[in-house]
């Protein structure tokens, strides 16, 4: 192994994190704000839009490719399933938004699912164990 890698995986080691045409240096304190709303179970796409990133600057944050910190554990998924696009939390917004009226294709839009995912939500036969 070489014996820079060994050094960097054992300090805590300060990277800039690069996404589309523009730099988007976060600190270690924006980082640690991050971390805290990942362990809180806010989804990855509403923290990076708070913070006007990409998900893809969280998902390396969160999995310790940049900022690099050995006492953070990576957060799982909290979807039954790992490939999951909803969050629980975005089914309890779906199911809120079905009973205020917002017409399905709508809350299919901006989710980016498909339509019949919230049909099957709204119809109980998805998420069951969500309330």
Same mark, same amino acid.
């Given at each position: /192994?070489?014996? /820079? +890698? ?5 300090? *805590? ?5 690069? +996404? $589309?045409?523009?730099?988007? $240096?976060?600190?270690?304190?924006? *980082? ?44 799982? $998924?909290? +979807?039954?399933?790992? +490939? ?17 009226? *917002? ?9 980016? *699912? ?18």
């Amino acid at each position: /192994m070489n014996p /820079m +890698h060994h050094l960097l995986k054992n300090a *805590v080691v300060e990277k800039t994190y690069h +996404h $589309s045409n523009r730099a988007n $240096s976060k600190t270690w304190t924006d *980082v640690k704000q991050i971390r805290a709303l990942l362990k809180d179970g806010i989804s990855q796409e509403d923290i990076a839009e708070k913070w006007e990133c990409s998900v893809s600057s969280i998902q390396a944050i969160n999995r310790n490719a940049c900022f690099y910190d050995p006492a953070w554990k990576p957060i799982e $998924s909290k +979807h039954k399933y790992g +490939h999951c696009k909803l969050t629980v939390r975005d089914v309890r917004r779906i199911r809120e938004q079905i009973s205020e009226g *917002v017409p399905v294709e709508r809350i299919a839009i901006k989710f980016k *699912v498909a339509k019949n995912t919230i049909i099957n939500i709204r119809d109980g036969n998805a998420w069951k164990d969500t309330h």
